[in-house]
């Protein structure tokens, strides 16, 4: 699976000041979007 968008913390802000949204969660990582700019996120789980 190839990595899109920046490692983030989940509940944490995009640049643009959005809140970033878990779209899908595979057991090792999640994927999220910002609500405002649509940029997408890669999430690690710990």
Not at 15 to 40: A, E, H, M, P, W
Request: with cysteine; hydrophobic share 30%; proline share 2%.
């Amino acid at each position: 699976m190839e990595m899109k968008g920046d490692a983030i913390e989940e509940g944490d802000l995009c640049s643009c000041g959005g809140t970033v949204d878990i779209l899908f969660d595979d057991g090792n990582i999640q994927q999220g979007r910002c609500f405002q700019c649509g940029k997408l996120f890669t999430i690690p789980k710990r």
